[in-house]
Structure formats: structure tokens, C-alpha cells
């Protein structure tokens, strides 16, 4: 079993910054993708930014030049540095990562808990 878990959500004004960080835990197992997505009340889930193992990046055009999305293999995270924030970026931020089962031969989609961001005005 591999969970991610999400942290560095909080409460900050705009055009503040946050650091949200993504660690993967469990055993026999390697991380492929990993990505933020992030949901608002009221609206549908949406990709906030998405990072290949190989490193390359994709964003979202409403944080494109905000947000920068990295990642540490060793450490089994991923990280979304979130700069010059609006509160249209108000959202729970979840974790996704697609994993590979060593034991199970098989890929599976993971998603973390969510971790709040507020931003006010």
C-alpha cells in the first residue's frame, strides 16, 4: 500500500507565497508522474501542475509563471512553490502520483488527503 501525504497549506494574503510538499510512503514501490490538482468550493477538480520522472513539467494556464512544481525522488516528493498568490487560488490541493506495484506488476493512481490553501485579499 503507498499513501501520499500532503503539507504546507495554509492561511496567507495575496501575493504571498506557499510551499506545499508531497511524500510518498510504502514499499516495492517507484514513482512514474506525480501532480497537484486542486478543487474550490462549488467547482470541479482541475490540474493545477503535473511533473514527469524524467523532470519535464506542465502547467496549468491560470498558475503558469506562479507556480513552480519540482521533485525529489530520493525523498519520494514532490513539491508546488506557490508564489504571487490570488485568492482565486482558494482551494483544497490534492497530491497525485502514478506508481508502479512492484509486487503487483501493475501501475496504480494515488491520491493524497488535501491540504487547504487560503488566500486573502
Known amino acids: 500500500q503507498v499513501q501520499l501525504v500532503e503539507s504546507g497549506g495554509g492561511l496567507v494574503q495575496a501575493g504571498g507565497s506557499l510551499r506545499l510538499s508531497c511524500v510518498a510512503s510504502g514499499s516495492t514501490f517507484s514513482i512514474n508522474d506525480m501532480g497537484w490538482y486542486r478543487q474550490a468550493p462549488g467547482k470541479q477538480r482541475e490540474l493545477v501542475a503535473t511533473?514527469?520522472?524524467?523532470?519535464?513539467?506542465n502547467y496549468a494556464d491560470s498558475v503558469k509563471g506562479r507556480f513552480s512544481i519540482s521533485r525529489d525522488n530520493g525523498k519520494n516528493t514532490v513539491y508546488l512553490q506557490m508564489n504571487s498568490l490570488k485568492p482565486e487560488d482558494t482551494a483544497v490541493y490534492y497530491c497525485?502520483?502514478?506508481?508502479?506495484?512492484?509486487?503487483?506488476?501493475?501501475?496504480?493512481?494515488?491520491w493524497g488527503q488535501g491540504t487547504l490553501v487560503t488566500v486573502s485579499s
Open positions: 497525485n502520483a502514478i506508481i508502479w506495484r512492484i509486487l503487483e506488476l501493475r501501475y496504480r493512481e494515488v
Open positions: 511533473i514527469a520522472s524524467g523532470g519535464s513539467t
